[in-house]
């Protein structure tokens, strides 16, 4: 059974750095891409960036220049590295593992920045 566990989350002042992480895809076969969502109170959930088996790196306009996802296929662990944090940067975010047939979801992590 597959198990995405999210660590990271925390709580930044603005202007702050986070890194989350999301372990467990090593069992996960016929990958398409490995993707972090957000999403903040009463709010939809919202895409945020992607990383292709390939390598290329997608982002999200309101993230591009401050965050970075990347992936240690050795650790089977996939990363998302935050800076220049903003207040609106307030979520729980999921890591999302997608193959032709099936999503995989992380439990969430909580990132809360402050003013």
């Known amino acids: 059974q597959v198990q995405l566990v999210e660590s990271g989350g925390g709580l930044v002042q603005a202007g702050g750095s986070l890194r989350l992480s999301c372990a467990g895809f090593?069992?996960?076969?016929?990958?398409?891409?490995m993707r972090w969502y957000r999403q903040a109170p009463e709010k939809q959930r919202e895409w945020v960036a992607a990383?292709?088996?390939?390598?290329?790196?997608v982002y999200a306009d309101s993230v591009k220049g401050r965050f970075t996802i990347s992936r240690d296929n050795a650790k089977n662990t996939l990363y998302l590295a935050m800076n220049s944090l903003k207040p609106e940067d307030t979520a729980v975010y999921y890591c999302?593992?997608?193959?032709?047939?099936?999503?995989?979801w992380g439990q969430g992590t909580q990132v809360t920045v402050s003013s």
């Open positions: 999302n593992i997608v193959t032709t047939n099936v999503a995989y």
């Open positions: 090593g069992s996960i076969f016929g990958i398409n891409s």
């Open positions: 990383i292709t088996t390939g390598g290329g790196t």
